[in-house]
């Protein structure tokens, strides 16, 4: 195999327009068309030359795939997009919404957490997309922006009004393509606060369920659990109707789907390169300050075949919360004295890379109903199953066109809860929630028979911090990922609290008749004794997987964070950071709205900064 083709079919294959290679072979046939565009690219022991063309490098993930989309609007400007996993096409498990739970582990990095402290030193699973599209390939779909008062936090610990909600709304609405099928009674929305014409589809359920008018009456009868109609209006405390990225055809949206969609992906300036993983970046051997230029990587086969690339301009670093901690600690970027233990040459002494992962904790509660259309009479029933999955393939209707969430209920803690004596509020302020309640019209974890009620409990403002570091030089190691779940006090009170939410609110009038176990998978329990919650909690909770915060922005010039509010690396040249890792404040909500948002405005901040299209 020659060490340097494979970059350079994908930086210039012109005449292989729309074409997606993954294999060294595939690259040899088209090694001529490769010299014409002028490519440059050195092999590992090569010199380096200087490129002529301009270059960024965006990994192919949530965030990624935004950047790459957005720069390439210019076609001035070359882009590279080195992906380690494949293609997310003709995998029926990434494309229909309701099978999302049976996503293969092959589409995941299939990480584990180390041993939490928390949790009775369980390891929890840790999951991320590997393919293309990353976490946005295999994730839940819910399409939640938090509030309005977390994107002002984020512009107020940056410093950079920019980040505020109403800066942001332009680029809320440049992602959002609303394609939402349904207008009966029940499934609302308020068109003022989204987008039509945007990049990645989000509609409402097109499945009528059992619990839809139930879920109506709770919320009117309560004024504990208000109804919202639209919770991604900047204030999302209430209940009401789950709004996803899916197509109005009932099919996942994601980055890759939508934003390397068939019109973009065939772009002559962009070129995407699957199965290679990014090891290290690499300072250019001289001049002022210090400089990255270079990044090295090799086929996920077999990596020993290493090789570099130059980025003209910049290198965009998008490789998710544990993926860009992990990357810029190979590369020597990090902490002196951690790094100088595993034998890492520091290149640039930045402590805060890979601190304050902050990741949501979830805990799971379900309860037996007496109603046999829920999605259990499916999901248990393989005649059954196979038969909607046909009425998708072949009428993409039926109850597979929507996830497993039909609603969700964002709540706070009251504010003379006993925690507040002891620390501050961590919610962004009094419209923000601490806890959402995410329903399945089935059993979450399957039950023999009968039908049931799940919901998925999220911690969505934890001040539990963790971190992301290395357990040994070798940057194909997996890192060490602490999410350090229930380690603050404050997590245990909040995580308490929303299971007796829970409770009170499935017995509230309008589940009567309906809830058949009244505590259901918490019956043993009594629910008054803390001590017997905290050891459900430490033996059920699990990771959320809306990790942010571990290479945060922080203010230009301050002593802490990862990057300047611009994305910037801080202190060196040419690395911008775009993808969860920058978020220095966790959004109450899912995290993939905020990251698509954030992306947006980048791509402008990246365009400014080099006056391009
Ligand atoms: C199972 C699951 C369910 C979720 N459900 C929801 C939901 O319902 N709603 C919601 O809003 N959010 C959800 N999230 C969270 C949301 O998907 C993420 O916050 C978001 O997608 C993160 O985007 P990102 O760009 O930061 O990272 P990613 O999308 O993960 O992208 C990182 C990319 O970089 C690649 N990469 C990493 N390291 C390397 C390397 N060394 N070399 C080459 N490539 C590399 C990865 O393969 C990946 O493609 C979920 C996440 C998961 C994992
Ligand atoms: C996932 O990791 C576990 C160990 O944590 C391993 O046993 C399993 O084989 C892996 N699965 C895949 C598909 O790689
Ligand atoms: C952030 O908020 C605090 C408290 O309201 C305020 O004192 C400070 O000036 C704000 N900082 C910025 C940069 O907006
Ligand atoms: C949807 O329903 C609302 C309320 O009944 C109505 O005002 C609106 O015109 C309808 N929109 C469409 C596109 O049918
Ligand atoms: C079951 O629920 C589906 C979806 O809401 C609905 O279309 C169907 O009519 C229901 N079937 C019965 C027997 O109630
Ligand atoms: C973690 O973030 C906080 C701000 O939220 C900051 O004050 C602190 O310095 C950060 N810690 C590290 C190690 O970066
Ligand atoms: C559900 O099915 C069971 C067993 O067939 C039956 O006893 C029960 O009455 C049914 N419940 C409803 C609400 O139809
Ligand atoms: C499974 O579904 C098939 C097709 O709808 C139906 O005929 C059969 O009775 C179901 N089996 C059970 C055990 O409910
Ligand atoms: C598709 O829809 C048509 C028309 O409603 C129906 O006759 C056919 O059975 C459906 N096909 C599948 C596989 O569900
Ligand atoms: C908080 O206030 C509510 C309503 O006033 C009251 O019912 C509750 O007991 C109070 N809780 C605490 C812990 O003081
Ligand atoms: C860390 O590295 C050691 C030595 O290679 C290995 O035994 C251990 O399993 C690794 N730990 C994790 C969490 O990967």
Excluded at 318 to 345: E, M, R
Excluded at 445 to 470: A, K, N, Q
Aim: negative net charge; aromatic residues 8%.
């Amino acid at each position: 195999m020659l060490p340097w083709d494979v970059f350079m079919i994908f930086l210039l294959g012109s005449s292989a327009l729309g074409e997606i290679l993954m294999s060294a072979s595939e690259v040899s046939r088209n090694y001529d068309f490769v010299i014409v565009g002028g490519a440059c690219v050195v092999s590992f022991c090569a010199l380096r030359l200087t490129c002529t063309i301009l270059l960024m490098i965006p990994l192919g993930g949530t965030a990624g795939n935004v950047i790459a989309n957005r720069l390439t609007e210019d076609p001035d400007i070359r882009v590279l997009v080195v992906e380690s996993g494949g293609l997310n096409e003709d995998v029926l498990e990434l494309q229909v919404p309701f099978l999302m739970p049976q996503i293969p582990i092959k589409y995941t990095w299939n990480f584990t957490t180390i041993p939490q402290v928390g949790l009775e030193g369980r390891s929890v699973i840790y999951n991320r997309g590997h393919i293309l599209g990353g976490s946005s390939s295999i994730n839940g779909m819910v399409y939640t922006r938090g509030s309005a008062e977390d994107y002002d936090l984020i512009a107020n610990i940056s410093g950079d009004e920019g980040w505020s909600w109403d800066r942001l709304q332009h680029y809320v609405k440049k992602h959002e393509r609303w394609s939402s099928p349904v207008n009966n009674s029940l499934h609302l929305f308020r068109p003022e606060v989204h987008g039509f014409r945007g990049m990645t589809s989000v509609t409402l359920s097109k499945t009528r369920h059992s619990i839809d008018d139930r879920m109506l009456k709770a919320t009117e009868e309560s004024s504990e659990f208000p109804f919202n109609t639209d919770y991604n209006s900047g204030q999302p405390l209430g209940f009401g109707w789950a709004q996803s990225t899916i197509t109005s055809s009932g099919r996942r949206d994601s980055s890759a789907t939508s934003y390397l969609g068939a019109r973009f992906i065939r772009r002559a300036n962009l070129h995407v390169l699957l199965n290679h993983r990014v090891l290290r970046l690499l300072p250019a051997p001289s001049g002022p300050g210090v400089h990255f230029n270079a990044v090295e990587y090799g086929e996920i086969v077999d990596v020993s075949s290493r090789q570099i690339v130059v980025a003209a301009k910049e290198i965009i670093l998008s490789a998710g919360s544990v993926g860009t901690p992990h990357i810029l600690l190979h590369s020597g970027i990090g902490d002196d004295s951690t790094l100088s233990a595993l034998g890492i040459k520091t290149t640039h002494h930045l402590p805060s890379v890979g601190q304050n992962f902050t990741e949501q904790p979830i805990t799971i509660v379900q309860w037996p109903v007496d109603d046999n259309n829920t999605t259990d009479q499916f999901t248990r029933n393989a005649t059954l199953m196979a038969e909607f999955l046909d009425e998708w393939k072949f009428n993409r209707s039926g109850p597979l066109t929507s996830s497993t969430t039909t609603h969700l209920g964002y709540l706070r803690l009251p504010g003379n809860s006993t925690v507040f004596d002891i620390v501050a509020d961590p919610s962004a302020g009094v419209n923000t929630p601490h806890i959402e309640l995410s329903f399945s019209n089935g059993f979450i974890f399957p039950v023999p028979t009968g039908g049931g009620l799940g919901v998925i409990l999220f911690l969505v403002t934890p001040m539990s911090r963790g971190s992301i570091s290395l357990n040994t030089s070798d940057p194909l190691d997996q890192p060490l990922i602490d999410p350090a779940l229930l380690m603050h006090e404050f997590d245990r009170f909040a995580l308490r609290e929303a299971i007796r939410l829970a409770l009170r609110f499935v017995a509230s009038p309008g589940w009567e008749d309906y809830i058949l176990e009244p505590s259901g998978s918490l019956s043993s329990l009594d629910i008054s004794d803390d001590g017997q919650l905290d050891a459900f909690l430490r033996a059920s909770v699990l990771a959320g997987f809306h990790s942010v915060g571990s290479a945060s922005m922080s203010p230009r010039g301050a002593r802490w964070g990862v990057t300047d509010p611009d994305l910037r690396l801080k202190g060196v040249r040419g690395i911008r950071v775009v993808d969860a890792s920058v978020i220095p404040h966790i959004p109450s909500a899912h995290t993939q709205t905020a990251v698509y948002i954030i992306a947006e405005r980048a791509a402008d901040l990246i365009k400014e900064s080099w006056g391009t299209r």
